[in-house]
């Protein structure tokens, strides 16, 4: 299917270049001659040239990344991030942050304020103005106004002016107060002097971000919003930040208050044991410290700890911008780490078994938390999710490895269990790594599968399935129906261990998912290896009812908590086995549901026809060949792709905890709010 629209799109593509249906030879000449006289239509005339803040409107993801929910979200980053700035070099001492009924986000400080009098190059217009509708403006292009800054081109808060439908930014300064209006990032009239104010300073920008680039719907949310709020306050404890939110906007919305205040004198430190306050730790002290003046050209603060029953993590910062794809400073992290470790083993006489440790050996199972502050940094992309400036590895690097050799040698017993689990993990990367070498399908291998699967043939991942079955009848009638090359069977039974409520003792013991894992072959958690995987799809193929869904929800939330990477490669689907089978004289066709049989009945038959409608109690009720033909044939079937929204993973993760988790009254409350829509299904049945 994939291949025939590549093709189809390859056609359309020479068809528009040279003509469709166009004989060779004299046609090429008639195709030149159109040409010529699309050239003579191509003038000056022609050449669009954007001026102001139109080229953010016309490509809004050259400046923010596109137009999503996360884009919509940076937003708010631009204008707290100068906020920050102003923090950072010593002129504020608290932001406020409200969100409002109206869909309007405000961000206070109490910093200087944006400058008013008349710009030197641009008289006729203050300086607030040019900032605000003028790309590259700004005072950050050098340190003589702030010495380290999150915003270095000039773009973010002009950018936030353009794509808003409306926003007002209010200064304070000298005991002034000023006000100026902007729609779509025009002016709507001059800067306003409002008159005499005390006991107030700094800026006050409020907006509501514009319907026509994100969409009708697009909101701010409130939890993703009072945590970026939360995670600034963490990264600068000089800081407080003030949250408030209408309570109308918090209806359904967990662990966000209508009010609160944030402030961390602890910094990182605290920010990382609120994070692993739960987890068992291999080395029961968090490494952490701070090197220069936070804010400062050159400074770095950081937070270490190894979980030993939970998957790792790096957050990472520069200047209080969080870099979601990492960069240099995370390089100087993993290097100063791995030299400390190494030192500490040659100092104890291990150093042969740390020989063959990697840097991403110290890092699995490590949760971490670095900021590092830089003059003019650089970053790939305008939303700065990557730091490039190779000056931060060696500030790093610099900044940790004594520090590090120090905590080690402080407490040597800690430092040798440390030294233990991460050996551990060079050892089974390792094994992992000499396994692969060996062929998967040797006869003994044959004798060693896991659990009841039936294997396929070919021995590469590339272009194998993994068809994982609700029970042995249905396993059984999956293993005559499949292509023996390319499809392996794997029978469960009945419905597995919810890992969500589970805990780690049970889900350690639990055959079934020991043998789900190495039939997969690729591992869980931090110790996943996509060369190790045993197959290109994993399909889950269970009965088409109630308790197949709930099934397919139970191994759906094992591969998101266990393996979520094998969803994000795209390895994870959904089969959609029929569960009506319709059939009039020589006619039969399959329906996947109710709605299905009833669109089918009107569409395939005639009206007044008798037709014999047959409900699959199961997928082992089915025979082989009909198996085959609705639900395993590449060439007939259909599969639901499995996919983790990238703008909303902590949506997600609330949703898989409130649904799967502990907490029995999160779901009796999800119940009771979706009671409606299942009344007609609790009629049928």
Known sequence: MAKSLKALAKNKATNDLFGAGEPKGRAGLKVASRASGAEAGYTARDIEVLEGLEPVRRRPGMYIGGTD??????????????????????????????????????????GRGIPVDPHPKFPKKSALEVIMCTLHSGGKFDSKVYETSGGLHGVGVSVVNALSSRLEVEVARSQQLYRMTFERGHPKGKLEDLGKINNRRGTRIRFKPDTDIFGAKATFKPQRLFKMARSKAYLFGGVEIRWRCAPELLKGVEDVPAEDSFHFPGGLKDFLGAAIHND????????????????????????????????????????????????THESGMRSAMLRGLKDHAERIGQSKRAAAVTSEDVMVGAAVMLSVFVREPEFQGQTKDRLATAEAQRIVEQAIKDPFDHWLSGNPVQANRLLDFVVERAEERLRRRAEKEIARKTATKKARLPGK???????????????????????GTAKVARNRETQAILPLRGKILNVASAGKDKLVANAQLADLTQAIGCGTGA????????????????????????????????????????????????????????????????????????ALLKSEFNANAKVDIGRFKGLGEMMAAQLKETTMDPAKRALLRVVLLADDREGTADSVERLMGTKAEARFAFISDKAEFASEDLLDV
């Open 527 to 598: 110790h996943y290896r996509e060369e190790d995987l045993r197959y290109s799809r994993i399909i889950i193929m269970t009965d088409a009812d109630v308790d197949g869904a709930h099934i397919a929800s139970l191994l759906i939330t094992f591969f998101y908590r266990q393996m979520p990477r094998l969803i994000d490669e795209g390895h994870l689907y959904l089969a959609v086995p029929p569960l009506y089978k319709l059939t009039h004289g020589s006619k039969t066709v399959y329906a996947r549901d109710d709605a299905h049989r009833d």
């Open 280 to 327: 068992t730790l291999v080395h029961p002290d968090i490494f952490s410290g701070k090197s220069g003046r936070v804010g400062a050209h050159g400074a770095c603060e950081w937070a270490v700890a190894w979980t030993a029953d939970a998957d790792g993590f790096l957050s990472s910062y520069c200047n209080t911008v969080p870099t979601q794809d990492g960069g």
């Open 453 to 475: 699967l039936t294997d396929c043939t070919r021995t590469a991942a590339e272009g194998s399935e993994l068809f994982i079955v609700e029970g042995d009848s249905a396993g």
């Open 69 to 110: 929910e996360k884009a919509l979200h940076h937003l708010f980053a631009e204008v707290i991030d100068n906020s920050m700035d102003e923090a950072l070099a010593g002129h504020a001492t608290f932001i406020e942050v409200e969100l409002t009924a109206d869909g309007f986000l405000t961000v206070t400080d109490n």
